[in-house]
């Protein structure tokens, strides 16, 4: 019988320091319920009671070495297994790191800051207004009392009676004046609403901005002046300005301003339409009106706004045909920007 149990032993052992072994397979061929060591030890009944201590405590040694092998080379197998592991996702800190995309400005943020440089440059000082306003700011104060066919023109969305989403940055003339006395100077960059359908140069959200002047002795002259400069900043040395006769309840007298194409010097193009031409922006002097609704003496001060489109200054810096490019936010669109 202690030849068998040592048997038993040199054989689990040698199978076991083969690397490939099964150690779950000679775990149970040796030491499971079936096992050899097993079945030796179930013949232990016909042993003598001397002989019985000397195998048991033999058969107790083996099945102890055998379990201190299997332990081991469980152990050494999940050891190999991490190490390969590590092994295979260390990382290469040397490798170049995948490319950051670079953002960038979108082309109504960028023409907006070229328009406040300009006429930051000419002296003028940045003004802000709410878009949630008042019609008294919108439209009232603006010489656009209730039911003025103006109004139409310029439908917006209401949030009460007299509350609503401003239709121009016309009304923060008004707001600036209240609060400051001439000499003012200021533009007023900014969002405006019209319940306009979309389409290829409408939508319900677009950005506008506001000039004013107010003064002493501030003339059309001045204001044909400001705008020609302007306009050669913005267009091209050469550009020269138009102004052709218009109607704002606001001013008196009104002008809507073109500049000369820039695209062919007005000869006509077809960024241009064949005019020569391209309307840029409304204007006119401060009507007295609402200089005197703002406290300001109209027989003391005059002064001219103007009030420009970005979405058309970019479209037609741009020569972009279709509004809605401009708000679909496609990369491969604004990328070229
Ligand atoms: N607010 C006018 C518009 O939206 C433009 C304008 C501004 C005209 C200032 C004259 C003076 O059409």
Known sequence: MKEKLLEIK??????????????????????????????????????????????????NEVRADIEKAITEKKANAEKAMLEKKLRSEKIDVTMPASALKAGRLHPLTKVQ????????????????????????????????????????TQDTFYITNNILLRSQTSPVQVRTM??????????????????????????????????????KGVTMGDLKGILELFAQRMFGENTKIRFRPHHFPFTEPSAEVDVSCFACGGKGCRVCKGEGWIEILGAGMVHPNVLRGCDIDPDVYSGFAFGMGIERIVMTKYNIDDMRLLYENDTRFLSQF
């Open 113 to 152: 800051r070229e328009l406040e440089d300009i006429f930051i440059g000419l002296g003028f000082s940045i003004a802000e207004g709410p878009e949630v306003e008042y019609d008294y700011y919108n439209f009232q104060a603006l010489n656009i009392p209730e039911n003025h066919p103006a109004r139409d």
């Open 10 to 59: 040199a054989k689990a052992l040698s199978l076991l320091s083969d690397d490939n072994c099964d150690v779950e397979d000679i775990r149970i061929k040796y030491l499971g319920k079936k096992g050899e060591l097993t079945a030796v030890l179930r013949g232990m009944g016909q042993l003598t009671p001397e002989e019985r201590p000397v195998i048991g405590q033999l058969a």
């Open 178 to 215: 209240e609060v400051q006395k001439p000499p003012i100077r200021i533009i007023s960059p900014g969002r405006v609403y019209r319940s306009d359908a979309v389409d290829a140069t409408h939508s319900p959200l677009f950005h506008q901005l506001e000039g004013l002047v107010v003064d």
